[in-house]
Structures are given as structure tokens and as C-alpha cells.
T-cell receptor, first 115, second 112 residues
Framework: DTGVSQDPRHKITKRGQNVTFRCDPI?????LYWYRQTLGQGPEFLTY????????KSRLLSDRFSAERPKGSFSTLEIQRTEQGDSAMYLC?????????????FGPGTRLTVL | SQQGEEDPQALSIQEGENATMNCSYK?????LQWYRQNSGRGLVHLIL?????REKHSGRLRVTLDTSKKSSSLLITASRAADTASYFC????????????FGRGTSLIVHP
């Protein structure tokens, strides 16, 4: 399977703990996006990378959220000092910017539950 | 508020019927995309329509775009139970940085 993969698929943590999610994009894709989705809502953009450069991070929900893509391949999203309001589905998507528009390929998501 | 808003929020039809859902947006766009999300699964890209296009087809899907009204519609013909899903429109704003903004979606139920 050469699609976008995310790990873990589910994460249950206690309030105050740090969590880290991983996303492996489609190998030839140069853009990688992180979204958050809550029940009954569409995906909410958080941040994106082009290769290893993080081009937009102002929409990260707070300074507890950070993302990296150290070698322009996989990416991690970390949430420090988790709160119950962080419970949501975290989605990763990748795309290839090559003049065809920005069709994004989404991973299955990581469902976070903060107790 | 959301850039794109789908209408209706929920739609229930019988298998074989057509389903139409609409998306309205506020600012000029480069393109508009429709995605589908099945329960418990990830989002799947359905179709992209550029701002200079008015209509596109893909199988049983037909998308129209009216930039003067800032609206788009997605028509699914001869619906099947497997079409049951949430459908989202996502817009890329003109002059923006390829960040698509999603609406809240239309929940479609197709009864067998």
C-alpha cells in the first residue's frame, strides 16, 4: 500500500501528558498537511510543509502544538500538556504540487482521546 | 466562519435517486474540490474544478461551478447505498498558499 499512513490509529492519554503522532506521506509528494477534525465538522487546517520547510504554522491551535518534517519525508505532530479539548481526529494529507491543482491524499487519521 | 458551506447539512434518499448538494463560499478561489468521507474512513478526493471551468464529470459525479454566485454543486446520479458518506467542499483562495478550507459537509444517506 503506497498511500498516506498514520501512526498510531488511536491514542488514549491522560490530561497533561504529551503525545506525538507520525505521518508518512506518499513518497514523491512534496507537500504535507496536518488537520484536526471534530465530530460533525470538516477538517480544520493546522499547518503544512513543502519539503522540509514549514510554510504556515500560524493556525496551530496553541503553542502546545508543534510539527516537524526533519528530512522532508515523514512528519510528526506533537501536543504538549494535553487537554480534554484536544480530543479529536488528527488527519495528515500529502500532495504533489505540479501544476495540476492541489489534490490531497489523506491518511486514515489518529483518533486522540484525552481523559 | 467557514469559507465553504455545504447545503443541505443532511440528505436522505432512496437507492437509484439522484443526490444534489451545494457549496457556497465567500471569496475568490483558484479551485474548488469535493471530498467524500465514509464512516470510520479517511477523506477521499472526488473531483477538482478550477475557477475557469464551469462543469466537470467523473463517472456518476457531476460538478458545476458558478463563480458569479460563488457556489458549486455536486450531483451524484443513480445513487447507491455505498454512496452513503459525508461530502465536503474545499476551496483554495485566490492568491493563497494552497491551503484548502473545508466546509462542515453534507451527510448523505442512501437507503437500499
Amino acid at each position: 500500500d503506497t498511500g498516506v499512513s498514520q501512526d498510531p490509529r488511536h491514542k488514549i492519554t491522560k490530561r497533561g501528558q504529551n503525545v506525538t503522532f507520525r505521518c508518512d506521506p506518499i513518497s514523491e509528494h512534496n507537500r504535507l498537511y496536518w488537520y484536526r477534525q471534530t465530530l460533525g465538522q470538516g477538517p480544520e487546517f493546522l499547518t503544512y510543509f513543502q519539503n522540509e520547510a514549514q510554510l504556515e504554522k500560524s493556525r496551530l491551535l496553541s503553542d502546545r502544538f508543534s510539527a516537524e518534517r526533519p528530512k522532508g519525508s515523514f512528519s510528526t505532530l506533537e501536543i504538549q500538556r494535553t487537554e480534554q479539548g484536544d480530543s479529536a481526529m488528527y488527519l495528515c494529507a500529502s500532495s504533489l504540487i505540479a501544476g495540476r491543482g492541489n489534490e490531497q491524499f489523506f491518511g486514515p487519521g489518529t483518533r486522540l482521546t484525552v481523559l | 466562519s467557514q469559507q465553504g458551506e455545504e447545503d443541505p447539512q443532511a440528505l436522505s434518499i432512496q437507492e437509484g435517486e439522484n443526490a444534489t448538494m451545494n457549496c457556497s463560499y465567500k471569496t475568490s478561489i483558484n479551485n474548488l474540490q469535493w471530498y467524500r468521507q465514509n464512516s470510520g474512513r479517511g477523506l477521499v478526493h472526488l473531483i477538482l474544478i478550477r475557477s475557469n471551468e464551469r462543469e466537470k464529470h467523473s463517472g456518476r459525479l457531476r460538478v458545476t461551478l458558478d463563480t458569479s454566485k460563488k457556489s458549486s454543486s455536486l450531483l451524484i446520479t443513480a445513487s447507491r447505498a455505498a454512496d452513503t458518506a459525508s461530502y465536503f467542499c474545499a476551496t483554495e483562495i485566490s492568491g493563497g498558499s494552497y491551503i484548502p478550507t473545508f466546509g462542515r459537509g453534507t451527510s448523505l444517506i442512501v437507503h437500499p
